[in-house]
């Protein structure tokens, strides 16, 4: 079936420092791919997304590309703050169909 | 601008105990979803409803229940609770007819405690 896999974490960074998330999937074709953040005590919300491959998603700063070559979507900031400090979710979807999440990865940004 | 509203925030239940988890949503989205959240399991797919009378299972239903009389409404309904459903649980909806690729909106989360 199909699956997401992220980065472990948790992970700890200063702030401004650059950041990566890996993320990488196996589906059968090319589904849609997300970035979803979870800040504490809140539901998720959408960062940015990518329906096809090469296609660049990017929001707030954060940016993941579309490759299909190595089924990959991995998150990127060249500076991150604080107030970044949240659990990041990679999540693929066919269509209006449900959205498959990988497991997450914690961030702490101290300062 | 509400969005997605789940009621409670917070719940403790006893084993056997019954309880419903409600969800509402007024962006006049379709598509309406339960998730549960566990550690280190992201999340899954407890079930999920295309429209008004039509429900279906996602990966971990067993123990769960759903009905959607209405465009707004979705609750989630645990008939004998158990420790292993200890949990928080997102309501997410959608666009669907016509929103391809659209975004699921969250709720804040329940979250859920059986002793």
């Known amino acids: 079936g199909d699956s997401v896999t992220q980065m472990e974490g948790p992970v700890t960074l200063s702030e401004e420092a650059f950041l990566t998330i890996n993320c990488t999937y196996t589906?059968?074709?090319?589904?849609?791919l997300f970035w979803y953040v979870q800040y504490p005590g809140e539901g998720l919300q959408l960062l940015l997304k990518?329906?096809?491959?090469?296609d660049k998603g990017s929001n707030k700063g954060f940016e993941a590309t579309y490759r299909k070559e190595t089924t990959s979507f991995h998150l990127e900031k060249g500076s991150v703050q604080v107030s970044d400090s949240a659990v990041y979710f990679c999540?693929?979807?066919?269509?209006?169909?449900?959205?498959?999440f990988g497991t997450g990865t914690r961030l702490t940004i101290i300062p | 601008n509400a969005g997605v509203t789940q009621t409670p925030k917070f719940q403790v239940l006893k084993t056997g105990q019954s309880m419903t988890l409600q969800c509402a949503q007024d962006?006049?989205?379709?598509?309406m979803s339960w998730y549960r959240q566990d550690p280190g399991m992201g999340l899954r797919l407890i079930h999920y409803s295309v429209g008004a009378g039509i429900t279906d299972q996602g990966e971990v239903p067993n123990g769960y229940n759903v009905s959607r009389s209405t465009t707004e409404d979705f609750p989630l309904r645990l008939l004998s609770a158990a420790p292993s459903q200890t949990s928080v649980y997102f309501c997410a909806s959608s666009y669907w007819t016509g929103g391809y690729n659209s975004p699921l909106h969250f709720g804040n989360g329940t979250r859920l405690t059986v002793t």
């Open positions: 589906a059968t074709g090319y589904p849609s």
């Open positions: 962006m006049n989205h379709e598509y």
């Open positions: 999540a693929l979807r066919f269509g209006n169909e449900k959205l498959t």
């Open positions: 990518a329906t096809k491959a090469d």
